[in-house]
Structures are given as C-alpha cells and as structure tokens.
C-alpha cells in the first residue's frame, strides 16, 4: 500500500464522498475513484459502500482508516525527524480548521518577514485535535483553540471571541436577538467522534451529552445545520454560508485563540514563532 493512496482513501472516508475528497485532494474524482478500488483489490475486501449521497465505512473500512491514520502520522514523524537530523531548518505550524484568520495571515507575513531562510510547513488539522498534532509530534508548535488538555504543553492565549449559535436561516431561533443554553435543550447538535479531547468536547458542547451527527471539520458542521436542522457553536465574527445564520449566545466564556507549544522545549524556531504570533494577534 502506498502512502498516497492512503492518504486518498482517508479523505473519502473522512469527507463521507467522493467528490468533496477529490475538492480537498486538489485532484480528479476519476482516479481518486480508481485508487480507492484498486486498494479494494488489493486488499481483497469491500472498503465503502457507494451510495448517490455518498459514502459508508464497512467494518473492513473502519479499521483501515484507523491503521491509515496511524501510519500516515508515522510517515510524517519520520519525515520531520530525518530533516531534524539533516540540519535543515524548518518549522511545522498546526492549524486548527482552516488558515483564514487574520491574525494566522499576520503572523505568516510578520514570520516570513523575520525568518526568510526558514522552510515553514503547514498542517490543516480537523476539529478533533485541537492540539493539532502536537503530542504525536507532527508539529512543533500550534495555532489553535483551547480548552484543551494542555498537560506537558506551554500555552498562550492570543485573542478570545465570543461565541453564538449557528441555525439555519429559516429555523426560528435565528430571529432571536440572543439565546441561552437551556433554550437548546430540546435540538439535536452536531457533536465529535469518540475519542476527541473531554474538555474540548465539553466546551463546544455546552457542558452536556449531546445528541446528533458526528463532525470532524469546519464545514461538515455548518453542512449538518444546512442539511439535517442541527444547531452548534461556533466563534462569532465569521462569514458563513447562504442559508445559516448565528446567535450570540449568552452564558458561556469566549473561545480563547491560543499558540500552543511542547513544554520544555528548547528549540529557537518554535520561540520565535511565539512571539511573533503573539505581536501579530495584538497588532
């Protein structure tokens, strides 16, 4: 099995479709297509059932994509520990979700400015790390949200934002002004997989058990208010599709954007990005 193939299967199973893989994949859908049945072949075992609204895991699948998951973070742990070893100098940022904040455009400017013999790389991560890697050592330091489990990490928060409820634009809770947690006692929300960090949970939860579609990124959230009717959380200020909307929400403590780094670290680079991270989020 080859890397990139798995790397292809990941996306399918994760995205739940073919087509969203192939956008995210920056390829074809037909030779995504062809990979994932040739691996089939290969494995000798049925992956994805195949349904005009997308995709399914088989009990086969859902192990593989654990294995896939494993191997892949392997892959790039090695990577990064050969180019450690080489000498060269490079940074891994982690960010959570997607790299459109301001303040993550600020600080790539503000670094690039500083450090221009300095390969950065970036790693988009889903909404069910907030750490982004950092424990697994896929990055050397993150731009993320907390809380978080943040025990042998360092971290520093940059910008805190409040928090509203992301409706359908018909629903009609949108023509609210304001709304509070126990006014959402009775929806169903989108929630993360088992396994997700407990306070993170917690948090974009509203402290309780909720029930609902599973998520793992920014946008199958919002498509799960568009499609199912489901409500959830989400940081004010940003742009969302047609069809949503967002209510403040009253009662729980803004989301604190934070630069979250391995604690003890000694490593120049991973300073550095701190404090022009943190210049950036105050200018």
Same mark, same amino acid.
């Given at each position: 099995? =080859?890397?990139? $193939?798995?790397?292809?299967?990941?996306?399918?199973?994760?995205? #739940? *479709?073919?087509?969203?893989?192939?956008?995210?994949?920056?390829?074809?859908?037909?030779?995504?297509?062809?990979?994932?049945?040739?691996?089939?072949?290969?494995?000798?075992?049925?992956?994805?059932?195949?349904?005009?609204?997308?995709?399914?895991?088989?009990?086969?699948?859902?192990?593989?994509? @654990?294995?896939?998951?494993?191997?892949? &973070?392997? @892959?790039?742990?090695?990577?990064?520990?050969?180019? @450690?070893?080489?000498? #060269? &100098?490079?940074? !891994?940022?982690?960010?959570?979700?997607?790299?459109?904040?301001?303040?993550?455009?600020?600080?790539?400017?503000?670094?690039?400015?500083?450090?221009?013999?300095?390969?950065?790389?970036?790693?988009?991560?889903?909404?069910?790390?907030? !750490? %982004?890697?950092?424990?697994?050592?896929?990055?050397?330091?993150?731009?993320?949200?907390?809380?978080?489990?943040?025990?042998?990490? =360092?971290?520093? !928060?940059?910008?805190?934002?409040?928090?509203?409820?992301?409706?359908?634009?018909?629903?009609?809770?949108?023509?609210?002004?304001?709304?509070?947690?126990? =006014?959402?006692?009775?929806?169903? +929300?989108?929630?993360?997989?088992?396994? !997700?960090?407990?306070?993170?949970?917690?948090? +974009? *939860?509203?402290?309780?058990?909720? =029930?609902?579609?599973?998520?793992?990124?920014?946008?199958? %959230?919002?498509?799960?208010?568009?499609?199912?009717? $489901?409500?959830?959380? &989400?940081?004010?200020? *940003?742009?969302?599709?047609?069809?949503?909307?967002?209510?403040?929400?009253?009662?729980?403590?803004?989301?604190?954007?934070?630069?979250? +780094?391995?604690?003890?670290?000694?490593?120049?680079?991973?300073?550095?990005?701190?404090? $022009?991270?943190?210049? @950036?989020?105050?200018?």
């Amino acid at each position: 099995m =080859e890397l990139r $193939t798995l790397r292809y299967f990941v996306a399918v199973a994760e995205e #739940r *479709h073919f087509g969203r893989a192939a956008r995210r994949l920056h390829i074809s859908q037909p030779p995504l297509s062809r990979a994932v049945r040739q691996l089939e072949a290969d494995l000798g075992a049925l992956l994805l059932v195949r349904s005009p609204a997308g995709v399914a895991l088989t009990p086969a699948g859902a192990v593989l994509l @654990a294995e896939a998951r494993a191997l892949l &973070a392997g @892959a790039e742990r090695a990577r990064l520990r050969v180019g @450690a070893a080489a000498g #060269r &100098a490079g940074l !891994t940022v982690g960010i959570l979700g997607d790299g459109t904040d301001p303040g993550v455009l600020r600080s790539a400017a503000a670094f690039r400015r500083s450090r221009p013999d300095v390969d950065v790389r970036v790693r988009e991560t889903d909404l069910t790390d907030p !750490t %982004c890697g950092l424990r697994a050592g896929l990055v050397d330091v993150a731009l993320t949200r907390a809380p978080f489990d943040g025990s042998g990490l =360092e971290v520093r !928060t940059l910008r805190a934002d409040p928090v509203g409820v992301v409706v359908r634009a018909d629903d009609r809770l949108a023509r609210r002004e304001r709304l509070r947690l126990d =006014e959402l006692a009775d929806r169903r +929300w989108f929630r993360f997989p088992p396994g !997700t960090d407990p306070r993170w949970q917690a948090y +974009w *939860h509203g402290g309780v058990e909720r =029930e609902g579609p599973v998520v793992r990124g920014v946008q199958e %959230c919002l498509q799960a208010v568009l499609w199912n009717g $489901t409500v959830g959380l &989400a940081p004010l200020g *940003h742009e969302l599709p047609a069809g949503l909307a967002v209510v403040p929400l009253d009662g729980l403590e803004p989301s604190r954007v934070v630069v979250a +780094w391995n604690a003890g670290g000694s490593d120049p680079l991973v300073r550095a990005f701190v404090e $022009t991270a943190t210049a @950036a989020y105050r200018a």
